[in-house]
């Protein structure tokens, strides 16, 4: 009978430990994205995330965000656009972030995935941190947008922007 029951335990650990899942984190205020250059710089709202992350294994972590363009700011109103030429708001009212593959680096971890602005859906790599507090944390992170990729043509529109993101979640 110890023969049988040892083995099924056994197989049943194993069946049970692959249905775990990475920690499915919620957005918590205040949250920052702010974009750069030396010419501009400004932030975005309406943030809305799904992000199951699990730190031991970021392999089976799946990241995906969307933010309302209609929330940019520069703090300058000459300089907000959400014209055709800049991000078009009227058309794609929407950013959006899908992970494809995350994992660890020397400096902490890279989400590589899709990143769709102004109806153009590009590959990008976010440079992160995640400061894990238990029941709380918080992702640091930084990427770049090349504009003109995204069909960001606005007189004056910088080359690229530097992107910073600040997020705090909880469990």
């Not at 083995?7 to 957005?27: D, R, Y």
């Not at 309406?46 to 992350?53: S, T």
Request: net charge positive; charged share 25%; no cysteine.
């Amino acid at each position: 009978m110890k023969k049988v029951i040892y083995p099924t335990l056994i197989i049943l650990f194993i069946s049970f430990s692959a249905f775990i899942a990475a920690t499915t984190w919620k957005v918590k205020d205040p949250y920052e994205i702010k974009f750069s250059n030396g010419k501009i710089h400004g932030e975005f709202q309406g943030l809305k995330a799904n992000i199951q992350f699990d730190k031991a294994h970021p392999e089976d972590s799946k990241i995906s965000a969307t933010i309302d363009a209609t929330t940019l700011s520069t703090g300058f109103f000459i300089k907000t656009s959400h014209s055709k030429d800049a991000i078009d708001v009227d058309h794609y009212p929407t950013i959006t972030f899908t992970s494809t593959a995350v994992s660890k680096t020397n400096a902490g971890y890279d989400a590589n995935g899709k990143l769709s602005l102004k109806g153009v859906t590009k590959p990008v790599t976010i440079h992160f941190t995640f400061d894990d507090k238990g029941n709380e944390g918080i992702f640091k992170g930084d990427f770049k947008v090349i504009t003109k990729d995204f069909g960001i043509t606005k007189n004056g529109s910088p080359d690229y922007l530097d992107i910073a993101l600040s997020v705090p979640v909880a469990k």
